[in-house]
């Protein structure tokens, strides 16, 4: 083979291994950071929860009143929707939201596990409706009246338009 093959022919072989390389890691990144939503009915309603072990969930609902307990970095709490109760064990490396509070809305994001717990790694509170802004009533039209008023009044006083 002469030499220029030969350059032509490593410079395709290793074109092809980090194309491969950079597909791969792209699809693992994909399948690693993928995160399936599911609420406490459909979770509840998975039968026996096979489907839904191992796999990477989204959780939503309202946090029972009550049930939150801090043990160091570690918190139990349970989240309810539709009178479905799901106990939930978030031990995540950030603190949990200020806003995390008994009757919040909260997303818990991690795996559902053999024992029926759903374990987070990630927790989201939504924040409470007194940070949203304030409903407007429709402003009320002001009437051009008391201006075209005000004019003929100063027309009927002899009064120019203008100010001095």
């Known amino acids: 083979m002469s030499s220029q093959k030969a350059r032509y022919l490593r410079f395709g072989i290793a074109s092809a291994i980090i194309i491969i390389s950079l597909a791969y890691l792209a699809y693992t990144g994909i399948e690693q950071s993928k995160s399936y939503y599911v609420t406490v009915k459909e979770l509840s309603g998975m039968g026996d929860r096979n489907a839904a072990h191992g796999k990477r969930l989204r959780v939503a609902g309202n946090v029972v009143p009550g049930s939150i307990k801090r043990k160091g970095t570690r918190l139990e709490f349970s989240l309810v929707e539709q009178g479905l109760t799901l106990p939930v064990v978030y031990s995540g490396s950030e603190a949990p939201p200020d806003t995390f509070v008994d009757n919040s809305q ?17 927790l989201q509170a939504k924040c409470a409706s007194k940070y949203a802004p304030q409903q407007q009533t429709a402003p009320e039209q002001k009437s051009a009246a008391p201006k075209a008023v005000q004019k003929a009044e100063r027309s009927a006083a002899g009064v120019s338009g203008r100010l001095p």
């Open 106 to 122: 909260a997303l818990a994001e991690g795996q559902f596990g053999g024992d029926g717990v759903f374990h987070a790694n990630k």
